[in-house]
């Protein structure tokens, strides 16, 4: 890999619209919501913006074709350069990689990136979308969703570590609680173990507490070359590190326990941060936690765990807000919501308000200077990753 | 050579017919419910003034796409205007024949940068004189509007 980069740049402001189960705005207008937030805080305004990026997941979940063109104004792309930006459920940290090269590369001095969904417009259920995203001779005429997918996997990794059910179900009381403090949440609860444990089995293992909602949401931020982010901003965020990688698309061909791809994504980060011991030099991290066990093998993936020993330092609150390793401090998907493109933005948030000592009630104890947020999705094949820094 | 094979009967070829078993609902959002609310209980249009740029929205929304501010101003304004540009069709979106052409206009609403796009039945028209020419919208009977695009049966030349 090449390191030729032109320009830094850090984020400067960030925003986001509450998250729902069903919205009476349109997607334009959630996105209105989450550009308007995210300029508040910037020290920059429309006019200053020079570029824009959208990221949103398929279509389908919209029930718009062409979605990207159809949310550009409410996105603030009115005749301004504009491009999407689309790995699935991937989408929203690919969006800020997508960003950064914008600006990095010398391109502009400023990107606005914007993540929109709005999953309530497909009935009955956006799994009738999602089957349409797998294989149309050999996988979809069994009637395919994404529970068996994910139970399938967690199988895998649980049978491979032989980790018990009751490791898991703890993702989804730290992350349900964590959630209790965003404002913006659909799914913030006080659960117990023993009540994810006895909530409806969907699919084996994946029982509903487990899972993370459909959801309809939006997130902003606002990028600056640094010239114009020391400017405007008191404390700017760098990008300091992006990565990204996909693996397969025949999901057969591969070992479903570890995430290759995010390994490759995440080290590719780590390079270009100049990070050597991740363990040691990040301080609080998002990983993308659709699914309970997700965020372990996430964990895992960025190698911020050892392969199947994520689930013993959860237990020992390693991964708790005031742990040495605060995980998901947001409440991530499981504790917030999961609008697909907006749920990947929404991560990149919390480290920016992590950071700079803005998170409120969900503020983690270790004061970071460095952070990563990771997104996953397409065909469970892709990781991003994008790693945070205030110095 | 650089294609080598090609199949060209499809019936030849082993496939799966599949379909995307999904339908949606989509919300009008904030401005689209005073729109179609108006529309159906006095049958007007509503418009919104953006106050920066002084732009009138039609249909209305609930930001300026220019400022990215927030619009509050909203304006009922007749359903009345000028057709900027027409097309007559002849076929459906299947490829069959209409059983008679329909024209098909982009009517700026009057007191609005906006517009609307619908039907327009003009007999007699001639094609030099629809462009610019004065139209109003012929809407269903209070009692049978439900609040959506088809409230409005079309638009006629003023006379």
Redesign the interface.
């Known amino acids: 890999m090449g390191l030729n980069i032109k320009h830094k740049v850090a984020v400067v402001g960030a925003g986001m619209s509450n998250v729902m189960r069903?919205?009476?705005?349109?997607g334009?207008?959630l996105s209105?919501y989450a550009?308007?937030e995210a300029?508040k805080n910037s020290g920059l305004t429309?006019e200053d913006v020079e570029c824009v990026v959208m990221a949103t997941a398929p279509d389908?979940f919209d029930?718009v074709h062409m979605k990207g063109e159809y949310l550009a104004?409410?996105a603030?792309a009115?005749r301004k350069p504009y491009m999407r930006s689309y790995v699935g459920g991937g989408s929203g940290v690919f969006a800020i990689i997508h960003g950064w090269y914008m600006v990095a590369s010398g391109m502009f001095k400023t990107c606005l990136v914007v993540a929109e969904e709005k999953m309530?417009?497909?009935?009955?259920h956006p799994q009738?979308?999602f089957?349409?995203i797998y294989d149309?001779?050999l996988e979809?005429?069994l009637g395919v969703n994404l529970l068996w997918i994910f139970a399938l996997e967690m199988n895998r990794y649980m049978s491979v570590h032989k980790i018990p059910l009751e490791d898991i179900a703890l993702v989804s009381v730290k992350n349900k609680r964590n959630g209790l403090d965003h404002p913006c949440t659909q799914v913030g609860a006080e659960v117990t173990v023993k009540e994810v444990l006895e909530s409806e089995i969907m699919a084996w293992p994946v029982h509903r507490l487990m899972v993370s909602p459909t959801s309809d949401a939006a997130a902003a931020i606002v990028i600056a070359r640094d010239d114009i982010a020391r400017r405007v901003s008191e404390q700017p965020v760098w990008i300091k590190g992006v990565g990204w990688n996909l693996d397969t698309a025949f999901w057969t061909n591969r070992d479903l326990y570890y995430p290759d791809y995010v390994e490759k994504a995440a080290r590719m980060a780590y390079e270009m941060a100049g990070i050597t011991n991740p363990r040691k030099e990040i301080h609080v991290v998002e990983p993308y936690d659709p699914f309970a066990y997700k965020e372990l093998h996430h964990l895992e993936g960025l190698l911020l765990a050892d392969r199947g020993k994520a689930p013993e330092l959860l237990k020992k609150g390693v991964f708790d807000r005031d742990g040495e390793l605060p995980s998901c401090p947001s409440g991530g998907l499981l504790g917030v919501g999961n609008p697909i493109a907006a749920a990947g933005l929404m991560k990149v948030c919390e480290i920016f308000w992590q950071l700079r000592g803005e998170a409120g009630k969900r503020q983690v104890k270790n004061n970071p200077k460095t952070g990563l947020a990771q997104a996953w999705g397409d065909l469970m094949q892709v990781g991003t990753v994008v790693i945070l820094s205030v110095n | 050579m650089s294609i080598w094979r090609k199949v060209h009967v499809n019936k030849k070829a082993h496939a799966?017919e599949?379909d995307?078993?999904?339908?949606?609902?989509?919300?009008?959002?904030?401005?689209?419910?005073k729109f179609f609310t108006a529309l159906k209980e006095k049958g007007v249009f509503v418009a919104v003034r953006c106050r920066q740029c002084g732009k009138v929205y039609l249909p209305p929304?609930?930001?300026c796409?220019?400022?990215?501010?927030?619009v509050e101003e909203f304006v009922e304004v007749q359903p009345e205007g000028r057709v900027v540009t027409w097309t007559e069709v002849t076929r459906d979106s299947r490829g069959s024949l209409l059983e008679k052409p329909e024209l098909i206009g982009f009517i700026n609403i009057y007191n609005t940068d906006g517009g609307i796009i619908h039907k327009i039945v003009a007999k007699d028209f001639s094609k030099e004189s629809l462009t610019g020419a004065e139209v109003k919208a012929v809407l269903k009977p209070p009692a049978e509007r439900s609040g959506e695009l088809g409230d409005i049966l079309y638009f006629e030349l003023k006379v």
């Not at chain 2, 995307?20 to 419910?33: K, L, R």
Request: aromatic share 12%; hydrophobic share 35%.
């Open positions: 069903r919205a009476e705005e349109t334009r207008e209105f550009v308007k300029l429309i389908a029930g104004d409410g603030g009115f309530s417009s497909a009935q009955p009738a979308a089957n349409s149309h001779t979809r005429p | 799966w599949g995307i078993p999904i339908y949606f609902s989509y919300t009008v959002g904030p401005a689209g419910e929304r609930i930001y796409e220019v400022c990215m501010e927030d």
